[in-house]
């Protein structure tokens, strides 16, 4: 008979336990895995004011409070000196000449001075809308309770024509030829109101009321004249 002949299988050749032994003791010991919380907890928070982030939150806050402050320390220096003019009318007189010396800085520049003239204007609007606005929402509503309507409209009517000048002077270069006399003339016609105002309208309107009635007016002007400064 004829015999088979086995074809001995490859082996794998096994490791001895004595090598890996060797081998493991070898080998560097891995790290055990951090838990997500504590790694969560390293990772910065703009919302800790222990740390970083929450140092930069707490100084843009007093950053804030510093400025906020300033701001109403300057409408309180500002308010406080027009209210040492005295009473209501005297206040709005005052607010009259400080308009019309800006006018007159203004007409005292020349071409060149085209920033100075810009910074001016921006002064001058500022002024006049704190101005207008006391007047607005006191003097003009004051005066048609006690029937003076007639008075009041014209009044707010001519303001009007104060804010045209300002947006056309606004929209004019600072450096045209003709700005030194719209500027002119525009002086001419708020001078005009003003004299109406102190001449005429608010002496009477004064002599008519009663002690108490003026305090009121002045408190009122002076509040909305420190919201606007």
Do not use: C
Not at 147 to 154: I, S, V
Request: aromatic fraction near 8%.
């Amino acid at each position: 008979m004829a015999t088979r002949t086995r074809t001995p299988s490859p082996k794998t050749p096994r490791t001895s336990s004595a090598k890996r032994g060797n081998a493991t003791a070898g080998a560097k010991p891995r790290a055990a895995a951090k838990p997500r919380a504590e790694s969560a907890e390293r990772e910065p928070s703009a919302f800790a004011f222990g740390n970083s982030g929450g140092a930069l939150f707490g100084a843009a806050l007093a950053g804030a409070a510093i400025g906020f402050a300033a701001n109403y320390g300057r409408k309180f220096l500002m308010q406080g000196m027009e209210a040492t003019a005295g009473d209501w009318d005297a206040i709005l007189a005052a607010e009259h000449e400080a308009a019309l010396a800006i006018f007159d800085k203004m007409l005292a520049t020349d071409a060149s001075q085209t920033f100075k003239r810009k910074m001016l204007l921006m002064k001058l609007t500022h002024a006049i809308d704190k101005h207008a606005h006391q007047e607005e929402m006191v003097v003009y509503p004051a005066l048609r309770e006690a029937n003076q309507a007639r008075d009041a409209d014209l009044l707010e009517g001519e303001h009007g024509q104060v804010k045209t000048f300002l947006y056309e002077l606004g929209r004019m270069s600072p450096d045209a030829p003709n700005w030194l006399e719209k500027v002119r003339e525009f002086r001419s016609a708020i001078a005009a109101h003003m004299r109406m105002e102190e001449e005429q309208v608010f002496p009477a309107f004064k002599q008519a009321m009663t002690e108490g009635q003026t305090r009121k007016i002045t408190a009122l002007v002076n509040r909305d004249g420190f919201w606007m400064a």
